[in-house]
């Protein structure tokens, strides 16, 4: 007769009731996290950008749509918005022309922002988790 294995599925059962809980509440938070970091690269893109004598609309341009809850995340887009005063110059500040020097605003907002980002979605999972 073959020996007998015994399995104790109880730690299992622990994990499934986390992940059951943290997929509950993690799109919400999500969301607040993504919007906290959309928020935070506008203000300093537009900080960056103030002053400037030929785009004095375009800081007011920048802003973020609405977040979105998919089945992949929450996610929103940063930059001007074209629909806006002065919007539609966004691409030629940020990147610059053969005439005119770039003024980098949303890319290094967008770097700084990342690790504070993700530190945030680290806490929400362990907080979600319950570890």
Do not use: C, W
């Not at 973020?64 to 966004?90: C, I, M, S, W, Y």
């Not at 770039?102 to 770097?111: G, K, R, T, Y």
């Not at 504070?116 to 979605?121: D, G, Q, S, V």
């Amino acid at each position: 007769m073959a020996d007998r294995i015994g399995f104790d599925a109880s730690e299992l059962s622990y994990v499934a009731t986390a992940l059951s809980r943290a997929a509950a509440v993690a799109p919400a938070e999500a969301a607040k996290v993504v919007t906290k970091g959309a928020l935070n690269i506008k203000t300093g893109a537009r900080r960056r950008v103030s002053g400037l004598a030929h785009a004095p609309a375009y800081p007011r341009s920048i802003d973020f749509d609405q977040v979105r809850v998919t089945t992949r995340g929450a996610q929103t887009e940063v930059g001007p918005n074209k629909d806006k005063r002065q919007g539609a110059l966004g691409n030629i500040l940020e990147f610059g022309t053969i005439k005119n020097a770039p003024i980098p605003h949303i890319a290094p907002e967008a770097d700084l922002e990342q690790p504070r980002f993700e530190k945030a979605m680290e806490d929400l999972a362990v907080k979600a988790l319950g570890l």
